[in-house]
Antibody
Framework: EVQLVESGGGLVQPGGSLRLSCAASGFALSRFDLHWVRQATGKGLEWVSAIGIVGDTYYSGSVKGRFTISRDEAKNSLYLQMNSLRAEDTAVYYC?????????WGKGTTVIVSA | DIVMTQSPLSLPVTPGEPASMSCRSNQSLLHSNGYTFLDWYRQKPGQSPQVLIYLGSNRASGVPDRFSGSGSGTDFTLKISRVEAEDVGVYYCMQALQTPITFGQGTRLDIK
């Protein structure tokens, strides 16, 4: 079964760091562009970051310089290193792949930034 | 950044009736390769988003043919020919022409 499973979320103080993971099964991550999308409670979808097949990376303006996206082909996993976290980063973080649209999504992992 | 604007924000529909929602971008989503980088997603309550339509008018795998996407340039429409109870949720359009990828604010479809 093709699926993505996120992990690594939790409660962190402002200014702290977290590393999110997204494990893929049923397909090779390396063959797809991959994205992180987040959603604050009761709000809409917000694109965060992407990594291309050749390793090119992209970030939203609100996270650029603080977040780093990466991929480990051996572990078939996607990561999001989040530093200097702010209250406004509180959200459910989804990983998703590009195929015919963003066709596979994980269930998300929750990040709460609070003192 | 490309701004995506959806309307209406709330759409109450009677089961069996059609539904239509609009999405507009503040610049054309037509790429030089001829593709239009506009997708539609539905997020059912408590679930992850699901792709319905990609590249403007292509129905995603497993999506019923009740759903259709149309439009070009900056104006796009998602239509449901006959709404079913399972269609409740928030519908988002999304442009993937350029980063940052941006979503519309969503249209919430409810059953009357």
């Amino acid at each position: 079964e093709v699926q993505l499973v996120e992990s690594g979320g939790g409660l962190v103080q402002p200014g702290g760091s977290l590393r999110l993971s997204c494990a893929a099964s049923g397909f090779a991550l390396s063959r797809f562009d991959l994205h992180w999308v987040r959603q604050a409670t009761g709000k809409g979808l917000e694109w965060v970051s992407a990594i291309g097949i050749v390793g090119d990376t992209y970030y939203s303006g609100s996270v650029k310089g603080r977040f780093t996206i990466s991929r480990d082909e051996a572990k078939n996993s996607l990561y999001l290193q989040m530093n200097s976290l702010r209250a406004e980063d509180t959200a459910v973080y989804y990983c998703t792949r590009d195929s015919q649209g963003k066709d596979v999504w994980g269930k998300g992992t929750t990040v709460i930034v609070s003192a | 950044d490309i701004v995506m604007t959806q309307s209406p924000l709330s759409l109450p529909v009677t089961p069996g009736e059609p539904a239509s929602m609009s999405c507009r971008s503040n610049q054309s989503l037509l790429h030089s390769n001829g593709y239009t980088f506009l997708d539609w997603y539905r997020q059912k309550p408590g679930q992850s988003p699901q792709v319905l339509i990609y590249l403007g008018s292509n129905r995603a795998s497993g999506v019923p043919d009740r759903f259709s996407g149309s439009g070009s340039g900056t104006d796009f429409t998602l239509k449901i020919s006959r709404v079913e109870a399972e269609d409740v949720g928030v519908y988002y359009c999304m442009q993937a022409l350029q980063t940052p990828i941006t979503f519309g604010q969503g249209t919430r479809l409810d059953i009357k």
